[in-house]
Structure formats: C-alpha cells, structure tokens
C-alpha cells in the first residue's frame, strides 16, 4: 500500500532501477490516465517524482541514474522512445 495525501492508496506498478531503487505507482483502474511514479531508496526515502502522460508508458527497463526511457506514439502514430530526465527535490 502507499499513502498519498494521508490516503492509503492500492499499488499499481513496483520496479527496480539500476541503482536500487524502487519506482511504485499507485493502482489507476483505467489504462489511459496520466501515471505518477514515486521514486524511493532502498531504504524507503523518497526521492523523486515523475509524471508520465497517459498516452506514454515508462520503459523501467530503461531506466539509468537519472534518466528514463518513456515510449509513446507520435500524432502520424509512429512509435517513438523519448529519454526524459529526474529532477530531484
């Protein structure tokens, strides 16, 4: 679970980046809404936050230092990866 706004919410998605840390989104139950990922250390810390808009998806595979790689289509609906950076607090 993750609480939000004193709001403990259902975890949608929770992954792993190449240096330990944990990206969580809470549970949205329709596919094509804007996605927010919390971005904790290893020791539950968070750290950062990072929007993705719905008709976007974040390739956590693709995620390094402070760099991730989001894939998406673009409006001739060509498919298309964009390198996006985190900014931290």
């Known amino acids: ?9 259902a975890i949608g998605k929770a992954l ?5 840390r944990i990206w969580v ?5 329709f596919v094509f809404v804007e996605r927010l990922y ?3 250390e290893p020791d539950g810390e968070p750290v950062a936050r990072l929007r993705i808009p ?5 390739l956590l595979s ?3 230092g402070d760099r991730v790689l ?3 289509k673009d409006a ?4 298309r990866i964009e390198v996006v950076r985190i900014r931290k607090p």
């Open 16 to 20: 792993f980046d190449d240096e330990g």
């Open 25 to 29: 989104a809470r549970f949205e139950p």
């Open 70 to 72: 989001l894939a998406g």
């Open 38 to 40: 919390y971005v904790l």
């Open 54 to 58: 719905a008709e976007k998806r974040a």
């Open 1 to 9: 679970m993750l609480r939000e706004r004193g709001v403990t919410c």
């Open 62 to 64: 693709g995620v390094r």
């Open 76 to 79: 001739l609906d060509v498919p």
